[in-house]
């Protein structure tokens, strides 16, 4: 069975940068971040691909950062200018087969079958 383990949220004051990890106990063919608020549904935030490109969210592009470390099977979203309303439970999503995930986007992070515990991410106005 696959784990995902996240850490490096925290809380921070609006324009502040944070660093997101992401273990995986093993390869994952495409990896991607979410977050979700009470009240509201999971939001993709960004995400990389099997061939080693990546999409954001509008909300976060220009802000955030997603890169990868195959030989550590982790990956990493680094956060700057951080603003109140990224403030989220931000989740770790993965999969492993290429065929799975040639059917996911950013956009439909719910096509993800493997997911981390989450890290909270607070910003302060």
């Known amino acids: 069975q696959v784990h995902l383990v996240e850490s490096g949220g925290g809380a921070v004051q609006a324009g502040g940068s944070l660093r997101l990890s992401c273990e995986a106990s093993?390869?994952?063919?495409?990896m991607a971040w979410t977050r979700q608020t009470p009240g509201k549904g999971r939001e993709g935030v960004a995400m990389i691909y099997g061939d080693g490109s990546a999409d954001y969210v509008d909300s976060v592009k220009g802000r955030f950062t997603v890169f990868k470390d195959n030989a550590e099977n982790t990956l990493y979203l680094q956060m700057s200018s951080l603003k109140p309303e990224d403030t989220a439970m931000y989740y770790c999503?993965?999969?492993?087969?290429?065929?799975?995930?040639?059917?996911?986007?950013?956009?439909?992070?719910?096509?993800?079958?493997?997911w981390g515990q989450g890290t909270q991410v607070t910003v302060a106005s």
């Open positions: 093993e390869h994952m063919y495409c």
């Open positions: 999503a993965a999969e492993r087969r290429r065929e799975r995930c040639l059917a996911i986007t950013v956009w439909t992070p719910d096509r993800f079958n493997t």
